[in-house]
Nanobody, 125 residues
Framework: QVELVESGGGSVEVGGSLRVSCVAT????????MGWFRQGPGKALEKVAD???????DIGRSVKGRVAISRDNAKNTLYLQLNNLKPEDTGVYYC???????????????????WGQGTQITVSS
């Protein structure tokens, strides 16, 4: 059974750091483009970063310079390191995976790929 389980969210003060993890089960993550998405209160789903099978990564404009995405294929685990957190980083962070493409936010609505249940990050001043 395919499952993505995020963990590591929580409350943090402005300027703080957090690392969230996503454990994938039921498939070989090394063959999948893995991504992090987030949805803030009242906002649309947004891609934060993704990590492709060739080792390339893509970081979203709104977080560039403050986040790093990494993967440990041996552990079937995806990570997102967030630094210098801002209140606008508050939201639910989702892990997602697809074998053939790096997912976009619309794919969650249309049922493309695999998605986790999300982990909440709250940044307060």
């Amino acid at each position: 059974q395919v499952e993505l389980v995020e963990s590591g969210g929580g409350s943090v003060e402005v300027g703080g750091s957090l690392r969230v993890s996503c454990v994938a089960t039921g498939f070989d993550m090394s063959r999948y483009c893995m991504g992090w998405f987030r949805q803030g209160p009242g906002k649309a789903l947004e891609k934060v970063a993704d990590s492709n099978t060739d080792g390339s990564t893509d970081i979203g404009r709104s977080v560039k310079g403050r986040v790093a995405i990494s993967r440990d294929n041996a552990k079937n685990t995806l990570y997102l390191q967030l630094n210098n957190l801002k209140p606008e980083d508050t939201g639910v962070y989702y892990c997602a995976a697809d074998r053939y493409t790096c997912l976009q936010p619309r794919d969650k609505e249309y049922g493309g790929g695999y998605w986790g249940q999300g982990t909440q990050i709250t940044v307060s001043s």
